[in-house]
């Protein structure tokens, strides 16, 4: 079945570093990638998505890039801000045959130190 | 702009009680879905609806059931309460089924179960 795999955390990066988050996926036909972020106390909210290969995501300084001969989909940010701790989930969701579930990944845990 | 509303926010129940979790979204969207949120393990579906009169399982459905009232609201019930259930509960909503619609979530339930 469709599954997503992330870079288990937590992650501890200083102000202005270089961020990645690894996200690979297993799923048949062509998904939709999606990055969501969960704020302290709060529920999921979309970061950035792609549709097809080759498609490049990006918000608030996030990018990411559908990969399909990798099956990847890494979120990346060139500086990090202490605002940018929160939890990252990549998902992806199938059209008409996946029934248009949505499967995430476990979580990645962000702590930015100042 | 209230988007997903989820109530109640806390709970706590005896074992072998029983409550029904309400969520409402006024974003017209036609398809509602019920998760639960474990550490380590990201999102998992309970149950969808895909339109208005529908609902289906999902990833974790025994213990639960769902009611689509209307289209704006999905109510999850909880008939006989069990520790395993102590999770944090989130409704979300999309504007339909198609793959590249995400999804927005309410602000979570925290629900322990004694």
């Known amino acids: 079945g469709d599954s997503v795999t992330q870079m288990e955390g937590p992650v501890t990066l200083s102000e202005e570093a270089f961020l990645t988050i690894n996200c690979t996926y297993t799923?048949?036909?062509?998904?939709?990638l999606f990055w969501y972020v969960q704020y302290p106390g709060e529920g999921l909210q979309l970061l950035l998505k792609?549709?097809?290969?080759?498609d490049k995501g990006s918000n608030k300084g996030f990018e990411a890039t559908y990969r399909k001969e990798t099956t990847s989909f890494h979120l990346e940010k060139g500086s990090v801000q202490v605002s940018d701790s929160a939890v990252y989930f990549c998902?992806?969701?199938?059209?008409?045959?996946?029934?248009?579930?949505?499967?995430f990944g476990a979580g990645t845990r962000l702590f930015v130190k100042a | 702009n209230a988007g997903v509303t989820q109530t109640p926010k806390f709970q706590v129940l005896k074992t072998g009680q029983s409550m029904t979790l309400q969520c409402a979204q006024d974003?017209?969207?036609?398809?509602m879905y019920w998760y639960r949120q474990d550490p380590g393990m990201g999102l998992r579906l309970i149950y969808y609806?895909?339109?208005?009169?529908?609902?289906d399982k999902g990833e974790v459905p025994n213990g639960y059931n769902v009611s689509r009232l209307n289209k704006r609201e999905f109510s999850l019930r909880l008939e006989s309460a069990a520790p395993s259930q102590t999770s944090v509960y989130f409704c979300?909503?999309?504007?339909?089924?198609?793959?590249?619609?995400?999804?927005?979530f309410g602000s979570g339930t925290q629900l322990s179960v004694l």
């Open positions: 792609a549709t097809k290969a080759d």
């Open positions: 979300a909503s999309s504007a339909s089924g198609q793959s590249v619609m995400f999804l927005f």
């Open positions: 609806s895909a339109s208005e009169g529908t609902t």
């Open positions: 974003m017209n969207h036609n398809s």
């Open positions: 998902a992806l969701k199938r059209g008409e045959t996946g029934g248009f579930k949505t499967i």
């Open positions: 799923a048949t036909g062509y998904p939709s």
